[in-house]
Every structure is written in structure tokens, then in C-alpha cells.
């Protein structure tokens, strides 16, 4: 397909001005080559293209708001019903201690995810609070705990979901944000 064909399938004349498609300046367009594709409209042909590298973390920021939404559920969980935490894992600590270290945490950082789930920062506490998390689990993973087949089935998704939140900070690290 030739630039001709391209602009005529956008309705405008070869040598007319390109419209502007974007309120970008040009010189911030530092992504890489845009990767056409071409599309059959009618008896015309458009070209379409896309910016690859800015689509490839297109996934993290829909996998930190879902991380978000689970912290969420889990964060009520601990804040309103730690008892039930504490029957569910065999902990031993009182209700305020699992209110504050697990409810509280996981609250402020899901709410923080779903309200911007491009912020690294907060993945990255995600990543230290699921590391205490797994500390906390291992201890509760002795004889003596009644609860203790709860408590490695905890260990095991926490372990799971640590690895998501650790993928997920670091590509969303590495995303320039406002396009800069």
C-alpha cells in the first residue's frame, strides 16, 4: 500500500496536510516503529497503526487492579472478622494485632491499586507485606497447630500470589508514566 492509497482511505488528498491524530508533539514519539496493519473498509484499504511497545505492559496495570480487588475482599476480611481469621489459621495473637497487620495493610494498599494501579510503589509494599505474610505462615506451620494444614494451604497461595505481585511490580517499574 503507498502513502497515496493511505490517505485517500483516510478521505484526504496525497499532498494535503496530514491530520494531526494525536495531541502529542512528534519528538515524544520515541517508542519505537510503529507496526502498521491494513484493514479492508468498504473498496478502500486503511492502515492502522500501533504502538507496540507501549501495549506490551498493557496486561500489568489490568493484573494490579485485580490484585487490588482481591486485597480488597482480603483487607475487609481481616479488618471486620479477624476472629475468623484467626480460627481459619490457628493464630494466636489477638484481634487487633491481625486487624492492623493484615485487615489494615491489605485495605490501604488494594484501595490504593484500584484507585491507580500504575503505582509500582504500592506493588512493591504488596511484595514486603507478602513477605512478612509467608514469615507469619511459616511459623504457624508447626505440630502443635491444630490449624496447620489451613495455614500451608495459606502459605502456598500467598506464595502464588507473591510471585504475581512481584511480576507485576517490576513491569509496572518499569513503565514510563505520562509518557516521558
Not at 494531526?20 to 520515541?30: K, L, N
Not at 509494599?125 to 491444630?146: F, H, M, Q, T
Not at 494451604?153 to 517490576?170: E, F, H, S, W
Amino acid at each position: 500500500m503507498t502513502a497515496a492509497d493511505t490517505y485517500s482511505a483516510r478521505g484526504t488528498a496525497p499532498g494535503a496536510a496530514r491530520p494531526e491524530t494525536s495531541s502529542r508533539p512528534a519528538e515524544r514519539r520515541s517508542f519505537g516503529a510503529p507496526s502498521p496493519m491494513t484493514l479492508p473498509i468498504g473498496q478502500h484499504r486503511a492502515s492502522l497503526f500501533a504502538d507496540r511497545v507501549r501495549a506490551k505492559p498493557a496486561v500489568s496495570p489490568q493484573l494490579s487492579y485485580m490484585i487490588g480487588q482481591t486485597a480488597i475482599g482480603l483487607g475487609f476480611w481481616g479488618l471486620l472478622f479477624p476472629n475468623s481469621v484467626k480460627r481459619t489459621l490457628g493464630v494466636e495473637s489477638s484481634a487487633p494485632v491481625v486487624q492492623a497487620l493484615f485487615g489494615a495493610r491489605e485495605l490501604w494498599t488494594g484501595f490504593t491499586l484500584a484507585g491507580d494501579p500504575t503505582k509500582s510503589e504500592m506493588l512493591w509494599a504488596r511484595v514486603a507485606g507478602d513477605l512478612c505474610d509467608i514469615a507469619v505462615l511459616a511459623s504457624l506451620d508447626k505440630p502443635e497447630n491444630p490449624k496447620r494444614g489451613n495455614a500451608k494451604a495459606a502459605l502456598g497461595l500467598v506464595l502464588a500470589v507473591t510471585a504475581l505481585d512481584l511480576v507485576t511490580a517490576v513491569r509496572m517499574s518499569t513503565v514510563k508514566r505520562n509518557c516521558e
